[in-house]
């Protein structure tokens, strides 16, 4: 049998740093709770030493098994996501300080490499994020979604958020911890996930992001009546001075200006909402074998916004966002639209009403209840194929014919082999079912030298929705443009060879000048001149005279 120092060297008790503060306060614990009566030193000495040792036994358990400490810390740790086209992941202590960041993409991996957001106020390390986001040029026309899984209320408001997004292109939503750990878990962004929620209860199954967060944006704002727009306090500002200077304020001052001044203001200030109020629209319908007809009336205002067509099975009064809402128009002059077969549950009958938008406000009107026309539909889907360069990918589909059909979603993943809307986004929403075909360039969309899949979902009226196929492709890195580059060096090298006709050319011109100018002159002149002349005239002369 092992010994109690076999068995603590086996768990390298002598690696263990022990805390000297703990120790100190368990040998105090131990101390306060001993009978206050003589103990012989050396039972003494033994219990103190328990102690230390119990201290160091508590020590070695909380270093030694790491799940533990997690289950313990679980419950004061909170997350929050940024999401931009970069997510992030942000892990907040009890007191909301920082203690891990964590790119959710590769554009959040490369944010976060020049940012030190340890041990900084999840609000500070937010605005750290957001600021870096938007030198980068991720903030241009981009939506921005934070989202905050933890106990409590978010340390940080929407208000602060917006201090560097501005307004209306940003959320704030909560969820729980066990929320933020199954969309991990299943490979999901926590924020992403949040919104698609909020969107579906807003009725926006189909909707963009953008759409999504401008829904959430008009549902925070109040709904403002006629009856609850008029709120005048007309005593303090019709107080007449002259009525102070009287010598008898009991009796006298009280009864007579109350009962007189009082009503005179209501009628006068009563009118001034009623030029800002907002107006309802009447709605009125019917329905056969074509669909469901809904016509409304006309909304003429300074602050319009549009008109959400709403629906539903159960509510008799239905309106915006409560019920979601089946059409937004944003013309004021369209007041009249027909909700095709497919489009909502067939055979049902639906309550419509119309809620009118203005800038700060909504109005809801009456209500009609219609029936939707029975009929059933048949879902098609399509076949995708693609080729890839160094440009970019070219995508082709064939059409789909349905008159149910709303349109098609380009999705896009670069590790989902099987990529299908919702659950991988889109890369495109393209509601002309004519168009059959997409090309999309390097370095917006995809980048040089990655594998993506594709597919394309056919999203129906009910909601249905059919995925195509999947297809890999692959863009080629530019390799080519690199290999061209070296080919330029080798040619200055040889040229320097002109080193060698720079030496031979002063050397032949100094050598050839005297040589040929110095020997040819003296002797052609030299030898033809004497000997022609002086043989011949000397020979015929002596010859007659001698006889």
């Not at 206050?36 to 039972?43: D, G, K, Q, S, T």
């Not at 340390?155 to 501005?166: D, L, N, V, W």
């Amino acid at each position: 049998m092992q010994s109690i120092h076999e068995q603590l060297s086996e768990i390298k008790i002598k690696n263990q740093r022990v805390n000297p503060q703990l120790v100190k306060n368990v040998v105090n614990c131990a101390e306060s709770i001993a009978p206050r009566r003589a103990i012989p030193l050396r039972v003494r000495r033994l219990s103190l030493a328990f102690a230390a040792a119990f201290a160091i036994v508590l020590t070695i358990a909380l270093t030694s098994f790491p799940k533990a400490t997690r289950d313990l810390t679980f419950a004061n740790m909170n997350y929050y996501t940024i999401d931009i086209n970069p997510s992030i992941s942000v892990q907040t202590d009890a007191d909301g300080k920082v203690i891990k960041t964590e790119g959710l993409n590769e554009d959040g991996q490369k944010l976060l490499e020049s940012l030190d957001c340890n041990q900084k106020p999840i609000d500070e390390a937010i605005a750290l994020i957001l600021i870096a986001a938007k030198e980068n040029g991720y903030l241009d026309g981009n939506n921005v979604v934070v989202g905050y899984f933890g106990e409590g209320s978010s340390q940080i408001t929407q208000e602060k958020i917006e201090e560097y997004t501005g307004k209306g292109k940003t959320v704030l939503l909560a969820g729980t911890k066990d929320q933020y750990n199954d969309f991990v878990e299943n490979g999901l962004k926590p924020g992403i996930e949040l919104l698609t929620i909020e969107g579906e209860k807003l009725g926006l199954e189909e909707g963009s992001f953008s759409d999504i967060i401008a829904a959430i944006v008009l549902a925070n704002v109040p709904e403002l009546t006629a009856t609850s727009t008029p709120k005048i306090t007309a005593e303090p500002t019709f107080e007449d001075p002259s009525f102070t200077p009287a010598k008898e304020p009991s009796s006298e001052k009280t009864p007579s200006p109350s009962p007189e001044k009082t009503p005179s203001p209501t009628p006068s200030k009563t009118p001034k909402p009623s030029s800002s109020a907002y107006i309802s629209s009447t709605i009125s319908g019917s329905s056969n074998e074509n669909g469901v007809y809904l016509s409304w009336s006309k909304v003429t205002h300074s602050q319009f916004n549009g008109y959400k067509v709403v629906a539903s099975k159960t509510n008799s009064s239905p309106s915006y966002p409560n019920d979601g809402y089946v059409y937004y128009i944003t013309d004021s002059s369209k007041t009249s639209v027909t909700v095709p077969p497919g489009k909502l549950s067939p055979d049902t009958y639906y309550y419509f009403s119309i809620t009118v938008l203005y800038d700060n406000g909504k109005a809801s009107g009456n209500s009609v209840r219609l029936k939707t026309p029975a009929q059933s539909i048949s879902y098609e889907g399509t076949s995708l194929s693609g080729s890839a360069n160094q440009s970019g990918v070219s995508l082709s589909w064939s059409k789909v014919n349905s008159p149910y059909a709303s349109g098609y979603k380009v999705v896009m993943s670069e590790t989902d082999s099987t990529p299908s809307y919702p659950e991988n986004g889109y890369l495109e929403w393209i509601t002309n079912l004519s168009t059959t075909s997409r090309s999309y360039s390097c370095c917006s969309s995809i980048q040089a030298g990655h594998t993506y899949w594709f597919a394309i979902t056919v999203v129906y009226s009910d909601g249905t929705k059919v995925t195509s196929n999947a297809i890999q492709l692959t863009i080629p890195a530019p390799t080519p443009t690199q290999t061209s580059t070296p080919s330029a060096t080798p040619e200055p090298t040889p040229t320097a060879t002109t080193e060698p006709t720079a030496e031979p050319t002063p050397e032949p011109m100094a050598t050839p000048t005297p040589e040929p100018t110095a020997e040819p002159t003296p002797e052609p002149t030299a030898t033809p001149t004497p000997d022609p002349t002086q043989e011949p005239t000397s020979e015929p002369t002596p010859t007659p005279t001698g006889t």
